[in-house]
């Protein structure tokens, strides 16, 4: 009964190609996130959404987009991957100031 | 924006002796400071956090302190123990809810036994 889970943990791919990361939280949250973990373990936030809604998309490449089909799942869709994209993506859900993180996804672009 | 900023990035101490992890924050309507623990291949879990009307917050071996006028707070680790060996990152946020904390680059704490 984990609490929010993500998959794949581990995604290798070639540049050029689309892939995606699911998250899914059971802890009735309304709000949910996806950061990303540099290989400095830098963490910044990429997007935020309230109960299927955008609130934060910061500056990131429009490569990357959000989809939140229900308030418990929010997956991350990646197209024309770079090297850059390299990282760990940590999705997350709130109810009130405390954030709740997924185990991470590993993703290594070749 | 925020912007945070920690030190040290790394720390080794040996297990029974005190860690003190800090941060610096620059926008002085940031309310919300929470410490975060990063355990390897896990993601980040809170441990505490403080607001800004309290100067001070303490959970057993944990305490985190707040100096608004500086803007900076603090994280003490007493008595060590080898499990509190991780990454720990610090953040902040103008809102209760957390939409949208600035983290800190992480403290890479050991503990030696």
């Known amino acids: 009964d984990t609490a929010v889970s993500q998959t794949p943990k581990y995604l290798v791919t070639q540049m050029g190609n689309d892939k995606s990361i699911k998250c899914e939280q059971n802890l009735g949250h309304d709000t949910m996130y996806w950061y990303k973990q540099d290989s400095k373990k830098f963490l910044k936030i990429m997007f935020s959404y309230n109960n299927k809604e955008l609130i934060i998309n910061e500056t990131v490449p429009n490569r990357f987009s959000p989809k939140s089909p229900d308030k418990a799942h929010l997956n991350l869709h990646i197209n024309s991957l770079e090297l850059g994209d390299s990282a760990v993506y940590f999705c997350a859900s709130s109810l009130t100031g405390e954030l709740f993180f997924g185990e991470g996804s590993r993703l290594t672009v070749l | 924006g925020e912007n945070v900023e920690q030190h040290p990035s790394t720390l080794s101490v040996q297990e029974g002796d005190s860690a003190v992890i800090k941060c610096t924050y620059s926008?002085?309507?940031?309310?919300?400071f929470p410490w975060y623990k990063q355990e390897l291949g896990k993601g980040p879990q809170l441990i505490i956090d403080?607001?800004?009307?309290?100067g001070e917050k303490k959970d057993q071996r944990i305490a985190v302190t707040l100096n608004k006028t500086a803007k900076h707070f603090s994280l003490h680790i007493t008595e060590t123990q080898p499990e509190d060996s991780a990454v720990y990152f610090c953040a902040a946020s103008k809102d209760n809810a957390g939409n949208m904390l600035t983290f800190g680059g992480g403290t890479r704490l050991m503990v030696k036994p």
């Open positions: 403080i607001r800004s009307n309290v």
């Open positions: 926008d002085s309507a940031s309310n919300y």
